[in-house]
């Protein structure tokens, strides 16, 4: 079956500590996306990539990296630089056009949890 | 700029009841619009989506139609079911960029 998988359901991160989040995704899109979720405030945009060794900064990409060495795979970094980590992440990804009404498919998601 | 408005939740109602959820947009150009749905600890599916002025998206008994005179994608549904109970995002796309814009969604609890 196709689809985005992410990996691990839950993060718990020291301070202090990097830790990343993986998204793989089997569906042959081109390009993927990196959203936070918190309670009351949507979805926003951490960092998407159009193809592989290329990405863009989102809205909200202070405290985050990202590497796109592979199709497949991007990962997201959560920096000791972030000072608010715990929140919602949701990995996206979509066919590499821009036509109206291009549709993006999600991962389950990983929580992250600051001890 | 770009943005998009959902009414605020939590919307609770009785099994079989109609289901109005609202969502305006404001957008440079010609947006498509989707309608996801997010249940609890799960990532988002795609419910329905308009790519043009009035189209109407349908899906499991959903519908919303694409209204450009009141910028408006308004989702609906004759007769909720408890397991419709989710939160429920509305989005555009600017046709021809890669961004998305989310609504903040909106809660929907059906009783039995």
């Known amino acids: 079956d196709g689809g985005i998988t992410q990996s691990p359901k839950y993060l718990f991160r020291k301070e202090g500590q990097n830790v990343t989040l993986s998204c793989e995704q089997n569906l042959n899109h081109d390009a993927m996306y990196w959203y936070r979720q918190d309670p009351g405030q949507g979805l926003r945009l951490i960092y998407y990539?159009?193809?592989?060794?290329?990405?863009q900064k989102g809205d909200i990409a202070e405290g985050y990296s990202v590497s796109r060495e592979k199709k497949e795979s991007f990962p997201l970094t959560v920096t000791s630089a972030q000072k608010n980590p715990t929140a919602f992440y949701l990995c996206?990804?979509?066919?590499?056009?821009?036509?109206?009404?291009?549709?993006?498919?999600f991962g389950p998601g990983t929580r992250l949890l600051v001890l | 700029g770009n943005s998009v408005t959902q009414m605020e939740g939590p919307v609770t109602l009785s099994e079989e009841a109609f289901l109005t959820i609202n969502c305006t947009y404001t957008a440079t150009g010609y947006p498509s619009l989707f309608w996801y749905v997010q249940y609890p600890g799960e990532g988002l599916q795609l419910l329905l989506k308009?790519?043009?002025?009035?189209d109407k998206g349908s899906n499991k008994g959903f519908e919303a139609t694409y209204r450009k005179e009141t910028t408006s994608f308004h989702l609906e549904k004759g007769s909720v079911q408890v397991s419709d109970s989710a939160v429920y995002f509305c989005?555009?796309?600017?046709?021809?960029?890669?961004?998305?814009?989310f609504g903040t969604g909106t809660r929907l609890k059906v009783l039995a």
């Open positions: 308009a790519t043009k002025a009035d």
């Open positions: 996206a990804s979509k066919t590499s056009g821009i036509a109206s009404g291009e549709t993006q498919y």
């Open positions: 990539s159009q193809i592989v060794n290329d990405f």
């Open positions: 989005a555009l796309m600017i046709s021809g960029t890669y961004k998305y814009i």
